[in-house]
């Protein structure tokens, strides 16, 4: 047990992942009685959702600084974390509009799991995003509801500043006492998977399997597109400078990104990279990497984009006008609300399915295919968070273009 305890999460999940296949393939009878197992992660998971979500984005809203500097660097950045994450998350929807995840198979139809869609028009769609009274809002657990009024709060106490220091400070708190409880479910996550992965195995078709392999390979080839071309190429537009040079420059935390697969581990070597190739000035790295590395999640976004097509195919829900731009918000909204989440991936994308109005059973799913897209996404966030560093500091006139250029 000790042994296992020293394995990262995300090994330990995969174990999950393995022993669930067995599970499933040798003894489906086995596989129901261990149901109850991945019933009550599932719902650990729901309880999650309301305050994580509600603290969390609040909290790292009040973190972006004071006004005054959230008008010169910190807007900035906070722009490109915007901008880049809805752009991510557009090239999600598209791809899947291309390749059409979910269409395949129409398992997920089945009068078990099928949810009724309300038919919104544009209008009426993104009114309903306001709260009227956000309690309700919460007992309902209507996600996006809380997030407008997080958005909201959020902004409130940062512009109230030191007047509001006390709430602030509770709400930070809170936000990390919901993070540990996080940490705790998360610990069960190998069980509550690997009972989950047993019960689909049983009851999953091959036509459905190839549906999420079909997924996985887009959701890769998409965040390869991103990396190579719309990164060096913003640098050259927005930045003036060579895209082909800072990709060279950055790849020693991009493989640390892609080998970790953790943003927080390679920070450091971001930084580094950031003065010392990239010739980017403390007062500007010092603020946009720690900033990025909790918010700029520019592979989840990605993420979110195809996932909402894939789903709503599944599903059989309409794609509208009015619920691609609700994608694409969930896709900014969500990438920062997911900072600092352990487990990120299936907590996040469980309020990805309840946000939709969705059931959890395609999360088994994607926590299954999430070790084999989650390199790819941690490659994309740092790299984003350099690339939009190094276009501000140069805007600015503050980039050492000798150390640059070196």
Same mark, same amino acid.
């Given at each position: 047990m000790k042994k296992l305890k020293k394995l990262s999460l995300g090994t330990q999940i995969l174990i999950g992942i393995v022993i669930g296949l067995a599970i499933g393939f040798l003894s489906p009878a086995a596989a129901e009685f261990l149901s109850p197992i991945g019933d009550v992660f599932l719902r650990m998971l729901k309880m999650l959702i309301v305050p994580l979500v509600f603290?969390?984005?609040t909290s790292g809203i009040c973190k972006m600084g004071d006004v005054k500097q959230l008008t010169s660097v910190g807007l900035r950045f906070v722009l490109w974390i915007v901008a880049t994450s809805g752009f991510a998350a557009a090239v999600g929807i598209v791809a899947g509009f291309i390749t059409k995840p979910g269409t395949g198979t129409t398992e997920f139809l089945d009068a078990s799991v099928q949810v009724e869609e309300s038919t919104y028009n544009f209008i009426d769609n993104v009114i309903a995003w306001f709260p009227d009274n956000i309690v309700v809002s919460m007992y309902n657990a209507d996600m996006l509801q809380i997030i407008v009024f997080s958005l909201f709060l959020g902004v409130a106490l940062l512009t109230l500043g030191e007047k509001v220091a006390g709430l602030v400070s509770f709400i930070d708190q809170a936000s990390e006492t919901m993070l540990k409880i996080t940490e705790f479910v998360m610990a069960f996550s190998p069980f509550g998977i690997a009972s989950l992965m047993a019960t689909m195995v049983s009851t999953v078709s091959s036509?459905?399997?190839?549906?999420?392999?079909?997924?996985?390979i887009t959701d890769n080839i998409c965040a390869v597109l991103i990396l190579f071309i719309l990164?060096?190429?913003?640098?050259?537009?927005?930045?003036?400078?060579?895209?082909?040079?800072?990709?060279?420059?950055?790849? +020693?935390?991009?493989? *640390?990104? $892609?080998? =970790?697969?953790?943003?927080? +581990?390679?920070?450091? *070597?971001? $930084?580094? =990279?950031?003065e010392e190739k990239?010739?980017?000035?403390?007062? $500007?790295?010092?603020f946009t990497l720690p900033l990025g590395n909790t918010c700029g999640m520019n592979?989840?976004?990605?993420?979110?984009?195809?996932?909402c097509v894939f789903a709503s195919n599944l599903y059989g829900f309409e794609l509208t006008f009015s619920r691609i731009i609700q994608f694409v918000f969930l896709g900014i909204i969500l990438s920062i609300g997911a900072a600092g989440v352990k487990?990120?991936?299936?907590?996040?994308s469980t309020v990805l399915m309840e946000s939709l109005g969705m059931p959890l059973s395609l999360i088994p799913i994607l926590a299954a295919i999430w070790p084999t897209i989650d390199p790819a996404?941690?490659?994309l966030n740092n790299v984003g968070d350099l690339a939009g560093t190094v276009i501000i500091s140069n805007r600015l006139g503050k980039l050492d273009k000798d150390v640059f250029n070196s």
């Open positions: 603290f969390s984005i036509a459905t399997m190839m549906e999420v392999i079909g997924f996985m990164y060096p190429l913003l640098v050259k537009v927005l930045g003036g400078l060579d895209g082909i040079r800072f990709m060279k420059k950055i790849t +020693a935390p991009m493989i *640390v990104a $892609i080998t =970790t697969t953790s943003s927080a +581990a390679t920070l450091p *070597v971001s $930084i580094r =990279t950031a990239l010739g980017v000035p403390e007062n $500007i790295y010092g592979g989840f976004a990605l993420f979110v984009g195809l996932c487990g990120a991936g299936v907590v996040m996404h941690t490659v």
